[in-house]
Nanobody, 122 residues
Framework: QVQLVESGGGLVQAGGSLRLSCAAS????????MGWFRQALGKEREFVAS????????DYADSVKGRFTISRDNAKNTVYLQMNSLKPEDTAVYYC???????????????WGQGTQVTVSS
């Protein structure tokens, strides 16, 4: 079992930045790929970014590429999502998740956090 707890969400103006954190406990974190997903009100949850266990080969959705950066610190059992140049359309609940391998496919993620709200005002 892996427990995931997100933090760092909040209200920010367009053009601003936020850094989300996801703290993991339980099973060995460093063996897992990690992903960030988001769900806006009335929309389906969508892929944002993912990273392998070794921090190599991050993958980003086109909508966030160049603005968001996923990283992880295996010594701290934490994965981060640095979000810059935020736009109102980035407003959503952001979830972190853990999977055996890096993927964009949600059903392949075995563990999910409870989510943290990010609101970007125009």
């Amino acid at each position: 079992q892996v427990q995931l707890v997100e933090s760092g969400g909040g209200l920010v103006q367009a053009g601003g930045s936020l850094r989300l954190s996801c703290a993991a406990s339980g099973r060995t974190f460093s063996n897992l790929a990690m992903g960030w997903f988001r769900q806006a009100l009335g929309k389906e949850r969508e892929f944002v970014a993912s990273i392998t266990w070794s921090t190599a080969y991050p993958d980003y959705a086109d909508s966030v590429k160049g603005r968001f950066t996923i990283s992880r610190d295996n010594a701290k059992n934490t994965v981060y999502l640095q979000m810059n140049s935020l736009k109102p359309e980035d407003t959503a609940v952001y979830y972190c998740a853990a999977a055996p391998t890096r993927t964009r496919i949600q059903r392949l993620y075995d563990y999910w956090g409870q989510g943290t709200q990010v609101t970007v005002s125009s």
